[in-house]
């Protein structure tokens, strides 16, 4: 090992331990459950579906994990089969997960330190002060966001931890006659054409942001192009879509794009940002999900983004192959930013080339370094220690290659853990 790689080994733990670590830090996009928002067991964390997509692909059937109903029979499964992964980043962060329960990160896996952390975990479920303790006063995680369906009721939620994004696939990518129903009956509000929608859906958003919502949201399918669209033909393929009829690629993209761009005008008039989730191809056979590279996948939208000047949009990609243009279309458009580093791009080789490529290229005002995209709020917790490791590692680096000074340094890490996130969802 090199005397630079040793200086960046040591640069990176201390400003780590000095700097990053005590930050606080916003966690922009959750699956959370604001309600439930805790694991209920051991299973829920060691069974986490990220560890569960790693066994079932180095050969433990979908069977066999789904047969494991008790605590035990988890407990069991896990010690048999978790070696096979031992070698991922997502068991390095599970490793981080267990240490909220006791079991450090060097400790060896025992049937009886699972069990015991078992009954650790089942009783910080049902206390209403872990949620805050976990994230707040463990992690210094000051506001989380959650996920709220667009087509369901809007649940009640800790609003000193957490602040609501409305997710809106259900009404323009994922719109079906199934999924209309659904908003009606919500809203009380028969909706039988396009003009009666856009009022229901109007109606919606603007409720959220009057109630504290803080941003708009959904996934765009890498498929799909973004195109120019008449009201009127998206009319008819509205109406279309009401009688259950099927559209073909053409029609589904000039009736998205419409939508796209309607709910973009209602984020504009609610002043919320829009966060849009790029570059990740699914349903596939066997209900996979992967990293799709598609020409364009960020300027494609170049149109949006201009049209909409003042609607701030947050990019959250999922393959490093489109960095270089998020990059690239980031700097053409002021209210354009760039956050995290979202399933397949959260893992260290991405993270350090993402994150280098951004702050080297682009403003820092328009970069946030963390999203969790997790379902609990433990898991929240095992990512954003990576996320602090590789953030501190990638400022060593720049500070060892005297691009940034250390003060540089220490200013940037708060800006994109807590102040830029802060500012843009108005926290």
Avoid at 153 to 159: A, K
Avoid at 357 to 363: F, I, N, V
Avoid at 399 to 405: A, E, F, K, T
Wanted: aromatic content about 8%; proline content about 4%.
């Amino acid at each position: 090992m090199s005397d630079t790689d040793n200086s960046i080994g040591r640069l990176t733990d201390e400003f780590l331990r000095t700097v990053v670590e005590p930050l606080p830090v916003v966690d922009v996009h959750t699956h959370i459950n604001g309600q439930d928002p805790a694991a209920h067991d051991i299973g829920e964390i060691i069974f986490y579906h990220y560890i569960v997509s790693e066994l079932e692909a180095s050969g433990v059937s979908h069977a066999t994990i789904e047969g494991a109903k008790s605590v035990e029979e988890k407990v069991d499964l896990f010690l048999e089969s978790y070696k096979r992964l031992s070698n991922t980043i997502t068991y390095w962060c599970l490793r981080r997960v267990l240490e909220l329960h006791g079991i450090t990160a060097d400790a060896e896996l025992t049937r009886e330190a699972l069990l015991e952390a078992n009954e650790k975990v089942q009783a910080t479920h049902v206390d209403p002060t872990w949620p805050a303790r976990a994230l707040g006063e463990r992690n210094h995680v000051r506001h989380t966001a959650l996920t709220l369906n667009v087509t369901e009721e809007i649940p009640e939620f800790d609003t000193k931890i957490f602040f609501g994004t409305l997710r809106l696939d259900d009404l323009i990518g994922n719109v079906t006659a199934g999924t209309l129903g659904q908003f009606s009956a919500l809203t009380g509000k028969a909706i039988d054409s396009l003009a009666s929608f856009e009022g229901v859906a109007r109606d919606r958003v603007a409720s959220f942001a009057k109630g504290g919502g803080r941003a708009l949201s959904l996934g765009l399918p890498p498929e799909e192009d973004f195109v120019s669209t008449h009201r009127d033909d998206a009319a008819k393929l509205f109406d279309r879509v009401l009688k259950e009829r099927t559209l073909g690629l053409l029609e589904r993209e000039t009736l998205h794009s419409y939508l796209l761009e309607f709910f973009a005008g209602l984020g504009s008039e609610a002043q919320i940002p829009m966060q849009l989730l790029l570059g990740v191809r699914r349903p596939l056979p066997g209900n996979a999900a992967v990293v799709a590279v598609a020409p364009g996948l960020v300027s494609r939208y170049a149109a949006l983004f201009h049209k909409f000047r003042e609607l701030d949009f947050d990019i959250f990609l999922a393959s490093a192959a489109h960095s270089q243009e998020a990059i690239a279309t980031a700097k053409n458009y002021p209210n354009l930013s760039l956050t995290g580093f979202w399933w397949y791009a959260f893992s260290p080789p991405y993270i350090r080339t993402m994150l280098t490529e951004r702050l080297m290229a682009l403003p820092a005002v328009k970069l946030h370094a963390f999203f969790s995209d997790a379902y609990n709020v433990e898991w929240s917790a095992g990512k954003l220690a990576l996320l602090r490791r590789e953030l501190a590692r990638v400022l060593a680096e720049l500070m060892v290659s005297r691009y940034l000074s250390e003060s540089q340094a220490s200013d940037l890490a708060r800006a994109l853990l807590l102040e830029n996130a802060t500012r843009l969802y108005k926290l």
